[in-house]
């Protein structure tokens, strides 16, 4: 879901830059007044862990094929402000070093993988799990998978339908842009309805792996976007 | 986590990529992701560039393994460096707000 240079239109490029710099920002932001020493290793790890998981593509019905995008995995475990930041960082890495990803639709590529993947990813799974109060407890029923699968699954999907909105937007804008809404809306919900799946297989299953040998690693804080009701900064 | 702890999570990510990127090789490498097929579908394809990167992800299995192995070190290193320098700033500027509470509370009394 790497948009490449010359797909969208200009005014869609900037828009996606002020997104991405000021969503990164205000992650930055919370990362950085929140952020305990000790997390620092585990999350360069897992880090590194989601960049080697994106070169891996796993076929998908229709001829096409999906890879994790790791922003639903890391919000669960880290937070959705750690993930942003996480994320952005792989993004930044394969766009410069390895041009996967255009330059110019860099700030799109942060805004639908990195935030809002991110976000949907760790509010959708609190929710359904039903984990407002304890900010670090994974409890491993069958609601539990349930909302780590579900939350991963919109995390995808949303990203997925959003980057389709842009290419109809830029269609529209310019039809040397883009793609028509016709096309773009139901094909992209059609592919990554399946490729969303494949996703939360994965981060389901690296969630239950984690938790049998390295069950520590589940209970760092979660760096939340802005403070809870009734949070008080110590 | 120490640096031998670190260093035997990163060979494991490896191996773990090393076999992954067999089953990427024999599935999926001749097949685009999602974006890709609907630019596909649509007839739209790739514009130029505008930055050209010094590596990419390679063709065959050694390159795409030699770019994976490159691309988690550098990731690794990237992330280390900057989520320390993160940690760092917050911890310096908690502690001037620290100090700076304690001058007014030394003040006050």
């Known amino acids: 879901m790497h948009i490449p240079d ?7 490029l900037v828009f996606g830059w002020v997104i991405a710099i000021l969503g990164l920002g205000f992650a930055v932001r919370a990362v950085k007044s929140k952020l305990p020493e000790k997390q620092i290793v585990v999350m360069a790890v897992v880090s590194a862990g989601i960049f080697a998981a994106q070169m891996l593509n796993f076929p998908v019905m229709g001829g096409t094929s999906g890879h994790l995008v790791g922003a639903a995995l890391a919000s669960i475990i880290f937070g959705p402000a750690a ?3 996480m994320i952005s960082t792989i993004l930044i890495i394969q766009c410069f070093v390895f041009g996967d990803g255009g330059l110019t639709a860099l700030g799109l590529n ?7 993947g991110s976000i949907v990813g760790y509010y959708s799974y609190s929710i359904i799990a039903g984990k407002h109060e304890g900010n670090n407890k994974f ?3 069958t609601k539990g998978r349930a909302a780590i699968f ?3 699954w919109l995390a995808t999907f949303i990203s997925a339908l959003l980057c389709a909105l842009e290419l109809s937007i830029s269609n529209l804008i310019s039809p040397s842009y883009g793609i028509a809404w016709q096309i773009s809306i139901p094909m992209m919900a ?10 939360g297989i994965i981060t389901l299953g690296i969630i239950e792996y984690i938790s049998r040998v390295s069950p520590d690693m589940l209970k760092v804080e979660k760096i939340e976007l802005w403070k809870r009701r009734g949070e008080v900064e110590c | 986590m120490n640096a031998r702890q670190i260093g035997m999570k990163i060979v494991w990510i490896i191996v773990v990529f090393s076999i992954g990127l067999v089953g990427f090789f024999i599935f999926s490498a001749d097949k685009g992701d999602g974006l890709e097929k609907t630019m596909e579908d649509a007839g739209v394809s790739e514009g130029e560039p505008v930055y050209q990167a010094p590596l990419s992800y390679g063709e065959d299995y050694p390159s795409a393994f030699a770019a994976g192995v490159i691309g988690i070190i550098i990731t690794l290193i990237f992330s280390l460096g900057l989520t320390y320098l993160l940690a760092r700033v917050g911890k310096s500027k908690k502690s001037k707000v620290r100090d700076v509470k304690g ?7």
């Open chain 1, 6 to 12: 010359g797909l969208m239109a200009p005014e869609l």
């Open chain 2, 103 to 109: 001058e007014k509370d030394n003040g006050a009394s």
């Open chain 1, 150 to 152: 579900a939350g991963t």
């Open chain 1, 139 to 141: 409890v491993f029923d």
């Open chain 1, 83 to 85: 993930a942003i930041v």
């Open chain 1, 110 to 116: 942060i805004l639908n993988m990195a935030l809002i």
């Open chain 1, 190 to 199: 059609i592919y990554h309805v399946l490729i969303a799946i494949g996703e």
